[in-house]
């Protein structure tokens, strides 16, 4: 008796202690961050090690503003992350409108383009990228971040996939019969049915912004830091107290995890829908 | 922009998602999910001109012409700019002697940023620790994936939670998992080795012992990355027909063999996909050996160096910015040729399988 999703699992009693022990172990080191942020560094030098939450977390957060300047870094990752969701969500859905359902010379060439250049690590335009923002003299500008931040291949194929799925062609047509120009088709008509999916783009986009890790420690310093680069001022051996670096964790972490709570189903599901439809 | 670390080029979601598992097994009818794969000209059937009794000016008709291009140009503003450009400009700088701090001077060295390359002890060390690190990393993600991926697809009360939960490292930065896992396995202190004391083994140096430092490096990657993998092959997991596990049945196949002949082929796009991106993401691993101990030599004695973070230590510790694009080319090259191998690899694997 097989069918898909329904299989009945013999000895389901494993596969429950397997899944819950991987359970633990993705949420383990969240639980430990709160335990050693909440704690004094003479804690967490203990044998055997406390396992509970202590009374110190606001000290730490306090330590940890003050050290690392973790206020400002959260004030400007919502800023870069913020403004690359709204700015890529929206350039996103236009070419993936225009690359799903408008014919024009050159559409294939360019969206092989695109689609081309997503096996190939941005990582490694670091260096051309520095020199240019050097030469405009905005190391150290949160624009810096932001603008190279909009590039997203992925996204506009995923908006591409989305829309080719989503919208029908005679829509647009009975549409274009009314004497609707492609503007007002793209607002009234392309925008409504496109937000799931600029929805699940969004907060992927947002996620990624967020951790985005290696640019913004290129392109900022400690002097006007997202959370990233505070963090890696924090790891970088110049303050010593554990439980403060743990601290600067936690409150780094926490709005990421805030979206994940409240939109984690989203999330997967935005996941396994992008895995097979690529 | 720039590195969503691990598996995944940058665009998280970014490169990873949802690339292209393109060959379906031809073995297999088509999942009820159409698999839509990029290439040029599958897109919409064409639009049909509009109405003849709504015939639009001139005007009109030159703008309907010329109007997709509006709608692809912020994206490709953008895209050459700060996307296209710097990518095709790092082989130019390469060639180049460039200095961080007077990035507008530059000056002709031919392939030298290579040789002295290939001359640096600490080049070959990078390079072995990239691949070792990456080995130790990607296979066990993808093992434990494709088994959590099948107990996650059997039926289960509370199958979102199990699902959300498993991605929750995902959630976190590199940064931030990092600096966690380095007090986990902190020499004296870490948990890891108190744990490991327990049942009599240890203290392992995790610092300073090669091996034990980079799996150590691995294990951050590894606890990051295998939800997410395990969400992707669930996915291609419930696009796998159930006639195909009935008919298995039917036979008389056991619950072992039914995954190693239905569900594995099933899922070998899917499989190539991971491997493909975690590839990726292996070969530019940055930010967990930067900031395990804080220092851009990956160890005291380079131990954990990847190739990522030697270029970081060329081109912002040393300030040779040359140097730094001539490592970025190289890691190019390297990705090209191990997506190239594992292509030819599948390929190679389902003709065979095909001519059975």
């Given amino acids: ?278 | 922009m720039t590195q969503g670390a691990g598996p995944a080029g940058r665009c998280p979601p970014g490169g990873a998602l949802p690339l292209v598992p393109t060959h379906r097994p031809t073995d297999l009818p088509k999942g009820r999910t159409v698999t839509l794969t990029a290439p040029a000209g599958t897109a919409a059937p064409p639009t049909p001109p509009p109405d003849e009794a709504a015939r639009p000016s001139a005007a009109r008709r030159v703008w309907a012409t010329v109007s997709p291009y509006a709608y692809i140009a912020p994206f490709f503003t953008l895209f050459a700019a700060f996307g296209l450009f710097p990518l095709v400009y790092t082989a130019f700088v390469s060639l180049y002697r460039v200095e961080l701090q007077t990035p507008g001077d530059m000056e002709w060295r031919g392939l030298g940023n290579y040789t002295a390359l290939f001359a640096d002890e600490f080049f070959w060390t990078s390079l072995r620790n990239t691949f070792t690190i990456g080995v130790l990393s990607t296979v066990p993600q993808l093992v434990m994936a494709l088994g959590l991926a099948h107990l996650l697809n059997y039926k289960l009360r509370g199958r979102t939670f199990f699902r959300t939960a498993m991605l929750l490292p995902y959630a976190t930065s590199v940064a931030a998992a990092t600096l966690v896992f380095a007090q986990l396995f902190g020499h004296d202190f870490g948990l890891v080795n108190y744990v490991l004391g327990l049942v009599g083994i240890g203290p392992v140096d995790w610092q300073t012992g090669t091996v034990a430092s980079q799996v150590a490096v691995s294990t951050i990657v590894v606890w990051r990355w295998t939800g997410y993998n395990a969400l992707i092959y669930l996915a291609g997991m419930q696009s796998i027909p159930s006639e195909l596990y009935e008919a298995a049945e039917m036979d008389g196949a056991s619950r072992w063999r039914q995954f190693l002949h239905v569900t594995l082929p099933g899922l070998r796009p899917t499989i190539v996909f991971t491997v493909v991106v975690s590839t990726i993401g292996a070969t530019q691993l940055f930010g967990e050996p930067l900031l395990y101990e804080g220092s851009v030599s990956g160890g005291i004695s380079h131990q954990y160096q990847t190739l990522g973070l030697y270029m970081y230590e060329q081109g912002w510790g040393f300030f040779h910015l040359g140097r730094a694009a001539a490592i970025a080319w190289v890691m190019f090259l390297l990705i090209v040729v191990l997506v190239g191998a594992n292509a030819l690899f599948a390929r190679r694997r389902s003709r065979k399988e095909a001519g059975r």
Wanted: aromatic content about 8%; proline content about 5%.
């Fill in chain 1, 1 to 278: 008796m097989t069918t898909r999703a329904g299989r009945t699992l013999h000895g389901g009693k494993v596969a429950y202690a397997i899944l819950i022990l991987a359970v633990l172990v993705s949420a383990f080191p969240f639980y430990w961050t709160i335990v050693a942020a909440s704690r004094s560094n003479a804690d967490l030098a203990q044998v055997p090690p406390s396992l509970l939450p202590g009374p110190n977390l606001i000290r730490n957060i306090e330590a940890v503003m003050e050290e690392a300047d973790i206020g400002t870094a959260l004030v400007n990752s919502l800023i870069v992350s913020g403004s690359i969701t709204v700015g890529t969500v929206l350039c996103c859905t236009l070419a993936g409108f225009a690359f799903a359902k408008l014919r024009f010379r050159g559409r294939g060439a360019l969206l092989a383009v695109t689609v081309g250049t997503m096996m190939i690590p941005p990582q490694l335009g670091v260096i051309p990228l520095f020199m240019v923002i050097a030469e405009l003299s905005w190391v150290n500008q949160l624009q810096s971040v932001i603008l190279p931040g909009l590039v997203s291949a992925f996204g506009v194929f995923f908006m591409r996939q989305f829309l080719v799925q989503a919208l029908p062609d005679e829509l647009i047509e009975a549409a274009r019969v009314d004497g609707a120009s492609t503007a007002r088709i793209f607002w009234s008509i392309v925008v409504p049915i496109a937000r799931p999916g600029m929805a699940v783009l969004g907060l992927l986009t947002f996620m990624a912004a967020w951790n985005d890790f290696f640019w913004p420690i290129v392109a900022l310093s400690s002097q006007n830091p997202t959370v990233q680069v505070a963090l890696r001022q924090l790891g970088g051996g110049y303050v010593h107290d554990q439980s403060v670096i743990m601290a600067g964790t936690l409150l780094g972490t926490l709005p990421v995890l805030l979206v994940f709570g409240l939109l984690g189903r989203q999330i997967v599901g935005g996941i396994m829908q992008g895995a097979v439809k690529g």
